[in-house]
């Protein structure tokens, strides 16, 4: 059939008169040729259609019928894991995964550390010093925020430490007034929300890490507000579980703006102080591991004081860089990391050799020689602090020169 088609068509070419290479049809001849030729012929189709059992639905309501009841009962087969949920429905399937809960702050050591040696007495000297000691702490520390403020006062004692870590109290102080001026005179939650974030950060930029505690600030406030009734919580779990908030501000928060005695809030002056008193055996590493010493030999009733003295002691006398052991009277015998402030004579060069060896657990030695011309004149053996750093090392050596 084909081959009688195309031999049809050709007996219809004539040559061009004007090249003897090409050949002309007439168009309407060419086109009725080719009609007669397929008259009758129904194409047929390459592939070959079998039909499966699955293909047997008519009509259309009938395809969707069954689809609808093959969805219905993969939906009803048991899931392969018990641990996983799945969503079914026309959307795409989701896992459900439940929210991580946050770790709970540990309140006690398993084993209790040992009350330290003269403790008691190393205390009341410390007390009694800071009788007659106005410290930084006294006027502007956390608990001063509140006395500024209607009611509730909380929510300002809250902001007030949250502010204070990495700062100094002076500074601390100054960004909580320049907040409360820039929320509308008022330091409360439904302010802080109302407010714009550039007017919190530019009120607290003299704090350290500003930016980040304008974002938590704004954070916390919203969350209190969405999840404990515009107040500040009373629970420690509660209280960290609010961005930039920590064990310490935790508790520091508890006692101040609801007077409970929940623990003991350690930053660097109390971490500090307590391990170059030598309280901790061995010395303790982070602020969480002497809160916890402390609270398991310490008594209780002294756990809501201990922050404000030692803060206000090492923010005036036992200062993280030059401490002032001269005027300390712990340095009689009740510190191990006392040290002897010796006066050169006038005229005199001094040196500072230092020698890091460690002697005892009280920490590492540093001798001090203080030499004349080509003469020694006097010798210091110095002991500090199991936690002195090389840089407090270093202020020795500068603090004895002329």
């Given at each position: 059939?084909?081959?009688?088609?195309?031999?049809?068509?050709?007996?219809?070419?004539?040559?061009?008169?004007?090249?003897?290479?090409?050949?002309?049809?007439?168009?309407?001849?060419l086109s009725q040729a080719i009609e007669s030729t397929t008259a009758g012929v129904a194409r047929r189709s390459k592939r070959?259609?079998?039909?499966?059992?699955?293909?047997?639905?008519?009509?259309?309501?009938?395809?969707?019928?069954?689809?609808?009841?093959?969805?219905?009962?993969?939906?009803?087969?048991?899931?392969?894991?018990?641990?996983?949920?799945?969503?079914?429905?026309?959307?795409?399937?989701?896992?459900?995964?439940?929210?991580?809960?946050?770790?709970?702050?540990?309140?006690?050591?398993?084993?209790?550390?040992?009350?330290?040696?003269?403790?008691?007495?190393?205390?009341?000297?410390?007390?009694?010093?800071?009788?007659?000691?106005?410290?930084?702490?006294?006027?502007?520390?956390?608990?001063?925020?509140?006395?500024?403020?209607?009611?509730?006062?909380?929510?300002?004692?809250?902001?007030?430490?949250?502010?204070?870590?990495?700062?100094?109290?002076?500074?601390?102080?100054?960004?909580?007034?320049?907040?409360?001026?820039?929320?509308?005179?008022?330091?409360?939650?439904?302010?802080?929300?109302?407010?714009d974030e550039s007017a919190i950060a530019d009120a607290i930029s003299k704090v350290g890490f500003w930016r980040r505690k304008?974002?938590?600030?704004?954070?916390?406030?919203?969350?209190?507000?969405?999840?404990?009734?515009?107040?500040?919580?009373?629970?420690?779990?509660?209280?960290?579980?609010?961005?930039?908030?920590?064990?310490?501000?935790?508790?520091?928060?508890?006692?101040?703006?609801?007077?409970?005695?929940?623990?003991?809030?350690?930053?660097?002056?109390?971490?500090?102080?307590?391990?170059?008193?030598?309280?901790?055996?061995?010395?303790?590493?982070?602020?969480?591991?002497?809160?916890?010493?402390?609270?398991?030999?310490?008594?209780?009733?002294?756990?809501?004081?201990?922050?404000?003295?030692?803060?206000?002691?090492?923010?005036?006398?036992?200062?993280?860089?030059?401490?002032?052991?001269?005027?300390?009277?712990?340095?009689?015998?009740?510190?191990?990391?006392?040290?002897?402030?010796?006066?050169?004579?006038?005229?005199?060069?001094?040196?500072?050799?230092?020698?890091?060896?460690?002697?005892?657990?009280?920490?590492?030695?540093?001798?001090?020689?203080?030499?004349?011309?080509?003469?020694?004149?006097?010798?210091?053996?110095?002991?500090?602090?199991?936690?002195?750093?090389?840089?407090?090392?270093?202020?020795?050596?500068?603090?004895?020169?002329?």
């Amino acid at each position: 059939m084909k081959r009688s088609a195309i031999n049809n068509i050709h007996t219809l070419a004539r040559q061009s008169p004007h090249n003897s290479r090409v050949t002309i049809y007439d168009p309407v001849e060419l086109s009725q040729a080719i009609e007669s030729t397929t008259a009758g012929v129904a194409r047929r189709s390459k592939r070959l259609m079998v039909p499966s059992e699955d293909d047997t639905v008519t009509s259309e309501d009938e395809r969707m019928a069954k689809k609808r009841a093959k969805t219905v009962a993969k939906s009803e087969e048991p899931a392969n894991k018990s641990t996983s949920q799945f969503v079914s429905g026309a959307s795409r399937s989701k896992r459900v995964t439940s929210p991580r809960k946050p770790k709970p702050i540990p309140t006690a050591l398993e084993t209790p550390h040992s009350a330290p040696l003269q403790w008691r007495e190393t205390y009341d000297t410390i007390k009694r010093m800071r009788e007659s000691i106005v410290a930084p702490v006294d006027t502007m520390g956390c608990d001063r925020a509140q006395l500024k403020e209607a009611d509730p006062k909380r929510f300002s004692t809250l902001v007030s430490l949250m502010l204070s870590s990495q700062t100094k109290d002076e500074v601390t102080d100054a960004a909580v007034a320049k907040l409360r001026d820039a929320v509308g005179g008022t330091l409360s939650i439904d302010a802080v929300i109302n407010a714009d974030e550039s007017a919190i950060a530019d009120a607290i930029s003299k704090v350290g890490f500003w930016r980040r505690k304008t974002q938590y600030i704004k954070q916390a406030a919203q969350k209190l507000h969405d999840d404990f009734g515009s107040d500040v919580p009373r629970t420690v779990d509660e209280l960290c579980s609010l961005p930039g908030v920590g064990p310490k501000m935790a508790f520091l928060t508890l006692q101040v703006a609801w007077k409970l005695n929940a623990g003991i809030g350690v930053d660097v002056h109390v971490h500090r102080i307590t391990n170059r008193l030598g309280w901790h055996k061995p010395p303790t590493k982070t602020p969480e591991q002497t809160r916890l010493n402390l609270q398991s030999w310490l008594p209780r009733e002294l756990h809501p004081e201990i922050n404000h003295l030692l803060v206000g002691f090492g923010q005036t006398i036992c200062a993280p860089v030059g401490p002032k052991c001269d005027q300390c009277e712990l340095s009689s015998g009740l510190c191990p990391s006392a040290r002897t402030v010796v006066r050169g004579k006038s005229g005199s060069k001094k040196t500072a050799i230092m020698t890091m060896a460690r002697d005892s657990e009280a920490g590492p030695q540093i001798e001090v020689k203080f030499e004349e011309e080509d003469r020694t004149v006097e010798q210091q053996t110095t002991l500090l602090s199991p936690l002195t750093t090389l840089e407090e090392a270093d202020h020795v050596k500068r603090e004895s020169a002329p």
